[in-house]
């Protein structure tokens, strides 16, 4: 579970957050959508312990407010998978996907690879020949082999063709039924992100506009209008 309470965040003297409160539940899947600049990256920074912060974040109720960086991530505890993806291009899919992981937990690449039969097929290629869904499936597996109490993913749909993207968020719920994951999702992409959602905040100006079920249809369409700049149908 991850909470955050009344964060907020500056980049030198420019402040982009104002306050943001929010939770994600544990085995929750919780979208952040918004607009460009709306904040949703700075959300992840904070959670990350990347950019200069107030207020509180707690994961798995332990404050971690104060946990430096390199700790939130080595004790495995959080998960990233960025927009750009983060590929080492020259090394193969396996390499990709275990560099930096413990030797005892070797063991679970077997469990990571049975959820991307693409990436087992091609596990000994360079990742610089495989294509950008397949590179995503890449970043996503070497999060998922961490086991992160959780896993936030950014953008995964970014500067994919749409049929890459349904197979993308295929996966995201085959993982799910399978690994009992807390996960933030960061999308643009509210047809897509509802989907795969149990619950939806809507980042606004650095804050949380709204908070919406993902059954609740009704207001998810209004929120899909371009008066907030975002096309649903996108
Ligand atoms: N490195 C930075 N230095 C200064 N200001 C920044 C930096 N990164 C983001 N900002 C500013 O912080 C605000 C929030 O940006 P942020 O990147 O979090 O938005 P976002 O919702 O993730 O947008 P996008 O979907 O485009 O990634 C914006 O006003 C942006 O200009």
Known sequence: MIELEDVKAWYGASQALFGVTFRVKPGELVALVGVNGAGKTTIVRVISGLVRSS?????????????????????????????????????????????????????????????????????????????????????LARAIV?????????????????????????????????????ILLIEQNIAMSRKVADRLYLVRSGRIARELDATDVNALESLSQSALGIDGNR
């Open 55 to 139: 207020g509180q974040i707690r994961l798995d109720g332990r404050d971690i407010t104060a946990t430096p960086a390199h700790q939130r991530f080595r004790q495995g505890d959080i998960a990233v998978v960025l927009e750009g993806r983060g590929m080492l291009p020259e090394l193969t899919v396996i390499e990709n996907i275990v560099i930096g992981l413990d030797g005892r937990h070797k063991d679970r690449l077997d469990e990571v690879l049975e959820l991307f039969p693409v990436l087992r097929a091609r596990h000994s290629e360079r990742v610089s020949n495989l294509s950008g869904g397949e590179q995503q499936m890449v970043a």
């Open 146 to 182: 961490r086991r992160p109490r959780l896993l936030i993913l950014d953008e995964p749909s970014l500067g994919l063709a749409p049929l890459v993207v349904n197979e993308v968020y295929a996966t995201l719920e085959k993982l799910r039924a399978q690994f009992d994951m807390t």
